[in-house]
T-cell receptor, first 112, second 114 residues
Framework: QKEVEQDPGPLSVPEGAIVSLNCTYSNSAFQYFMWYRQYSRKGPELLMYTYSSGNKEDGRFTAQVDKSSKYISLFIRDSQPSDSATYLCAMRVTSGTYKYIFGTGTRLKVLA | DAGITQSPRHKVTETGTPVTLRCHQTENHRYMYWYRQDPGHGLRLIHYSYGVKDTDKGEVSDGYSVSRSKTEDFLLTLESATSSQTSVYFC?????????????FGPGTRLTVL
């Protein structure tokens, strides 16, 4: 079993829809949680970063962490065709190492 | 964009030849990483560095070595390339602190081993 699981998609939604992307994990020591967006043939770019539990909002993006369920989510409101990309979750433990564990990524297509 | 460059951007080589990929940063970040990205596997850590001459293995380190003699440069070497090492390789840098934990990625190197 992988430490971080992510549905690969593809996920297709109409423009303007609310998108929910999710990751589950097995290591309860993870404390830092991140979401990256990756366009085709480009490097990943950081979208959101959350420490421990709770919500964080940035414009149309909201990241949620539920440590009791070992589940993190990224919500995209009013989705746009420009949001079409692969979204990767990543996480790491608090101390002793600075290794990040990534999900496999979910491919999102927003249809105009 | 974070100042990270990778060279070469594309490379085709033959099985058994040595290959070195270079990552260069202008951000003076302490941590540097090499990942490979393959369909169905996502990003997997090969090696990372937490300072000059300080490196550690990741989950897929077999067949790879790294060196960091300067803060700004992190080299990844495939001692004897194999077809299974055909992949896209990403370098990343990060700087952690009390209120930040961010990792920035380079543009990637597409390596094909024939």
């Amino acid at each position: 079993q992988k430490e971080v699981e992510q549905d690969p998609g593809p996920l297709s939604v109409p423009e303007g829809a609310i998108v929910s992307l999710n990751c589950t994990y097995s290591n309860s020591a993870f404390q830092y949680f991140m979401w990256y967006r990756q366009y085709s043939r480009k490097g990943p770019e950081l979208l959101m970063y959350t420490y421990s539990s709770g919500n964080k909002e940035d414009g149309r993006f909201t990241a949620q962490v539920d440590k009791s369920s070992k589940y993190i989510s990224l919500f995209i409101r009013d989705s746009q065709p420009s949001d079409s990309a692969t979204y990767l979750c990543a996480m790491r433990v608090t101390s002793g190492t600075y290794k990040y564990i990534f999900g496999t990524g979910t491919r999102l297509k927003v249809l105009a | 964009d974070a100042g990270i460059t990778q060279s070469p951007r594309h490379k085709v080589t033959e099985t058994g030849t040595p290959v070195t990929l270079r990552c260069h940063q202008t951000e003076n970040h302490r941590y540097m990483y090499w990942y490979r990205q393959d369909p169905g596997h996502g990003l997997r850590l090969i090696h990372y560095s937490y300072g000059v001459k300080d490196t550690d293995k990741g989950e897929v380190s077999d067949g790879y070595s790294v060196s960091r003699s300067k803060t700004e440069d992190f080299l990844l070497t495939l001692e004897s390339a194999t077809s299974s090492q055909t992949s896209v390789y990403f370098c990343a840098i990060s700087e952690t602190g009390a209120n930040t934990d961010t990792q920035y990625f380079g543009p990637g190197t597409r390596l094909t081993v024939l």
